[in-house]
Structures are given as C-alpha cells and as structure tokens.
C-alpha cells in the first residue's frame, strides 16, 4: 500500500513538473533550430548517474534531467557511442560535441569550456567498514589511509590538504570500496548516491557512511565550448525549471529503495517522512544497513572463525609497495649483521682471544648498515612525502631510484632493463614526479608481460635533449578496449607539468612512448 501510495504522489510531482514550458524569445528560437540535432557527449560508464548500455541506450539520473532540458528547449539529443570518458574529452576538444556533462570545473577546463549552473548535485560522503567510528574532523586522524581514484579530482585535493592521511591512489571506484570492505584501507569518500548503488550492487555489507565532509559536494554541470554564450543562457534557462521533486523522482528512479516485511509502523513512517520531506538516500542507506546487519548477524556469528582465518591470510598476503620493498633492502643488510655477531659469539663460546681491533672494525661495519638502513626508510619516506621542491637532477637518477623501489618485482619478472644515448641529460624539476613516471611505465610493463606470459620482457631507453623513447615488448594496449593503463595516464599528467608532451603508440611487439620536451 505504501509503494502505491508513493508511487502515485511522485507521479502526481512529475505531471504538474511537466508542464513547464520554457518560453523563447524569436531570436533563442531561431538560435536553437541551427541544428537539427545537438550532439551530446557523456560518461558511459557512471551509472547510475549515466551510463551507455551495450544495446547503446543512455540512461541514469543526468540522462533523465538532461532529456528533460532538451525537451524543454524543443531539441533532438544524439548521443555520441563512446566507450570511456576520455574518448567524449577527445570528441568534445576536437568539437564533435555541442554538450558535455560530468566534467569537473577547473582552472584548465574553464580555459575552453562554459559551465552551466548546477544540474544535479549530491554530497560527497566517508564510507568506512561499520566498526570505523563517525568522522566528525577528517584533519584529526592521524595515520589513517583513504583511497581515492587517481583521475579524481578529490585524489590532488586531499593529498595536498591532508598531510596527516596516507592518501592511497587506485584505478576506480569499485576498486575503492572494495579495498576498504577488504581491510587494505581505512575509508574513501564517494558520492552519496553512487556508493549506495555500488555497496548494494556488489554486496558489500559491511560498509558504511561515517561522515559527510564540507565543501567537498558532487556537482554536475552541463558545458559546452566557450564561444557560445547564447546557448548557455539557454541551458540555464531550462535547469531551473527542473523541480527539486523531478530530481528526486529520477533518483528514486535508478536507486531503488525496498522496504521489507519485518519494520514496524514507526519505522516505516520515518522512513516515509525522511523519503518526502529530508534526505531520501542518506535515510534509505542508515535503514538499509541497520536491516542487513540484522539478516547477517547469524551468519556473521557461524562463520567468525572462518572470517578471521580469512582476513589474517588477506593481511599477510596484501603487503604493500613500501613494505615489500624495504623488506627486500634490508634483508641482505640484516643478514650481514647477524653474520658479524655470529662470529664473536662463536669466539666467546670458543673462549678465543678477542682481537680489539677486530671487534672495532666489525662494530664500525655494523654501524654503516644501521646508517644504511636508516637512510632505506628515510629514502621511502621522503619519496611517498608530497613535495613541490623543485630541485636540478640527472635522469638516469630518478630511473635508478624507480628500479630500486620495484628491485624485488623487476627480479621475479625477469625483466631486463637498458638505456643509452645522453645518459647525463640533467632536468629540473620536481625530483619525485620522474620517479614516479618511471615506476608507472615500468609496473605496466611487467605487469602486461607477466599477463601475457612473455618469457623474456624488456625496457629499453634511448635519452637526448629533445627527447626520451621508451620501448618494452610486452604486448602494448589492448586495440579492442582502447583502455589506457593507470600508468599511462598518470605519465600524461606529470610530464605536462614538466613543459613536456607524453605520446605512445603500439608496435609489432609492445609499447612505445615517448616524452618529448617543450621549448
């Protein structure tokens, strides 16, 4: 009875929000019928924002409001067929789209796109697993991770604003809640509306909100190019005929809510109350959680055992880069220093004369590797430290510092790495970000080869002063997906800061990229 009632009353919301009609000046009208259709490019894979589904149909909440603001302007949309977001960026620069959503106003973005006011917008929340407690001051948290997307805007903004976080950078969303439903992070922040959906979809139960932050909401735009600024007042025009009602109905739409058999009457009725009148996700996600710890309560207490045995295996398992690493430099270290002190005891058992000037140079020894694996953890510490210094360094160290963080991987995959060509070519900059460069492009090369079982893999390097060309055989990117590594990605950005271009290509046998210095 409840569904029929709610049903009914959106209805009743979205007939009334319909006849709305915007009304045009004869110059907007004849604007707008320059065209036959208006191409639009979106975000193909954020439902349930948006989304193209494999049969090529658009749907999700931006696509329902943006049907909506077409409608009232008395356009045609024609959705472009794309298969990831940075294939709609390279359609919208080379203006094959007249409207962009989901972009991100920034200081680079307002350089050749107009944003419209917002059409949507929900806050962006803390999802942690249940026994985190609730993040009233995310700056008071000392040694906790968050893990965030790196394409996401928010990943700069808390690396640069919250020192005291290990900000831990990941693929994707999904990758997100998952590490920190797995125990490998503490938190991550995401929308509101599309956690919601991606904790139910991939039934992760033992997650949930503990904190909205300020300043930091999930705004969508539309924008188009900035030589336009009639159609944008138009835009405009039409989003704020959208009722915060049509909104609500769209959401309601493509999260759906069920109530079942087992709440009470007072339940339901705050519910309902929370639902029309409050926050209609925030509500569904508290009384969601709250019924689903109750349905897996008996499992939880079958199974803990089981669980434990689990989670103590996925800890051992999932040691990190920095761990793994420092691991490996000190191992041969302490393993000379446990030989040093091996050999005086023997002496002692032994009763042997003790040579002084042996034990003083054996003490001297053991305190040059305390130096040095001093200096290991200070090494990582520094390079996992934000920094903007801007510093004047050869190439071939920043490449020597990459190797020496991934010597344990570089080994196990037996990859090969060589350079030539101006070996001394010094830049300046900041130090870390070409280090970084290097980590990525070598990850994606052993990552690829170990994928594609390639016996022998190799990196190889050529540096002038105009440029650096890298090469491996690992296969390349993946022609059918068109889908770019982390690495690749990561790469573009920080040689773009250094007044250099990063391009690549797929060969016969792998990748080939290239950075190419500015003058």
């Not at 907007?28 to 948006?50: A, G």
């Not at 040059?368 to 953890?377: A, G, R």
């Not at 801007?390 to 570089?410: G, N, P, R, V, W």
């Not at 090969?416 to 830049?427: A, D, E, R, V």
Request: hydrophobic residues 45%.
């Amino acid at each position: 009875m409840l569904k029929v009632m709610l049903s009914l009353f959106f209805i009743f919301l979205y007939a009334n929000a319909s006849n709305a009609i915007l009304s045009l000046t004869e110059q907007e009208q004849k604007f707008l019928k320059q065209k036959d259709f208006y191409k639009l490019c979106v975000d193909p894979q954020s439902y349930p924002f948006e989304e193209i589904t494999t049969e090529g149909v658009y749907r999700g909440i931006t696509a329902d409001l943006v049907e909506k603001v077409a409608r009232r302007l008395g356009i045609a949309l024609e959705v472009q067929q794309v298969l990831t977001w940075d294939d709609s960026l390279k359609l919208a620069k080379s203006g094959q789209c007249d409207i962009l959503t989901f972009i991100t106003p920034s200081e680079e973005t307002h350089k050749w796109l107009s944003f419209s006011d917002p059409l949507f917008s929900d806050p962006n929340v803390f999802i942690t697993r249940e026994e985190h407690p609730y993040i009233e001051d995310i700056s008071t948290l000392v040694h906790e991770s968050i893990v965030i997307p790196i394409v996401s805007d928010l990943f700069t903004r808390f690396s640069k604003e919250f020192e005291n976080l290990v900000v831990i950078p990941v693929a994707t969303k999904e990758e997100a809640l998952n590490m920190v439903s797995n125990h490998k992070a503490d938190m991550t922040i995401r929308s509101m509306i599309a956690a919601a959906y991606t904790i139910k979809k991939e039934r992760l139960f033992n997650l949930k909100v503990a904190g909205e932050p300020e300043g930091y909401a999930n705004v969508i735009h539309l924008s188009i190019m900035n030589d336009k600024p009639m159609f944008l007042s138009l835009l405009n025009k039409a989003i704020a005929t959208i009722t915060p009602e049509e909104k609500e109905l769209s959401v309601n739409q493509h999260i759906a809510i069920v109530i079942e058999k087992g709440f009470n009457k007072e339940v339901i009725k705050y519910f309902t109350f929370g639902l029309v009148f409050l926050a209609l996700i925030f509500m569904g996600i508290i009384l969601w959680n709250a019924l689903l710890r109750k349905k897996v309560a008996h499992e939880v207490e079958k199974n803990s055992a089981i669980q434990n045995k689990l989670f103590q295996a996925s800890k051992e398992a999932e040691i990190g880069r920095i761990i793994a690493n420092i691991s490996h430099q000190w191992r041969g270290t302490l393993a000379k220093i446990g030989a040093l002190n091996l050999y005086t005891l023997v002496q002692l058992k032994k009763e042997q004369p003790l040579d002084k000037a042996l034990l003083t140079q054996q003490s001297e020894e053991i305190g040059k590797l305390l130096d040095f694996m001093s200096q290991t953890m200070q090494d990582f510490l520094e390079f996992y430290k934000p920094s903007k210094k801007i510093e004047t360094f050869t190439l071939i160290q920043t490449l020597h510092h990459a190797i020496s963080f991934l010597e344990t991987k570089i080994a196990n995959s037996s990859l090969k790495i060589t350079y030539s060509g101006q070996t001394n070519l010094q830049l300046s900059g900041i130090k870390n970000h070409w280090v970084h460069i290097w980590l990525n492009l070598i990850d994606n090369t052993i990552n690829a080869a170990m994928r594609r079982h390639i016996t022998e893999p190799y990196f190889a390097i050529t540096i002038s002063q105009a440029e650096i060309i890298i090469h491996d055989n690992a296969g390349g990117i993946d022609p059918e997906t068109s889908i770019m590594g982390l690495g690749i990605q990561m790469c573009q950005d920080l040689a773009k800061e250094h007044h250099a271009t990063f391009s690549y290509k797929n060969t016969d046998v792998g990748l080939c990229a290239r950075i190419t210095f500015l003058n």
